[in-house]
Nanobody, 116 residues
Framework: QEQLVESGGGLVQPGGSLRLSCAASGFTFSSYVLNWYRQAPGKERELVAGITSAGNSRNYADSVKGRFTISRDNVKNMVYLQMNSLKSEDTAVYYC?????????WGQGTQVTVSS
């Protein structure tokens, strides 16, 4: 059974940091492109960051460039999102996504709330 499970969300003050983790199982993790998406209340889901299967190329939404870093561990079947200098507008449910061809797997999401 293909599965993605996110963890690491929570409440953090503006300017703080969080590290999200996503554990994958049930599929050939190392051959998938991995992404982090987020969805804020009343807004559409948006791509935050992506990383290629080999981990040699990354892309970021303009709103998080210089603050967020995506990484992966193809031995542990994990993908991470390090989030620094968090802002209130980063508040959202964050989703892990694994994609290869027509295969498109999603996690259940983890809530990140940035508030003082």
């Amino acid at each position: 059974q293909e599965q993605l499970v996110e963890s690491g969300g929570g409440l953090v003050q503006p300017g703080g940091s969080l590290r999200l983790s996503c554990a994958a199982s049930g599929f050939t993790f190392s051959s998938y492109v991995l992404n982090w998406y987020r969805q804020a209340p009343g807004k559409e889901r948006e791509l935050v960051a992506g990383i290629t299967s080999a981990g040699n190329s990354r892309n970021y939404a303009d709103s998080v460039k210089g603050r967020f870093t995506i990484s992966r561990d193809n031995v542990k079947n994990m993908v991470y999102l390090q989030m620094n200098s968090l802002k209130s507008e980063d508040t959202a449910v964050y989703y892990c996504n694994a994609r290869r061809g027509i295969k498109n797997n999603w996690g259940q999401g983890t809530q990140v709330t940035v508030s003082s």
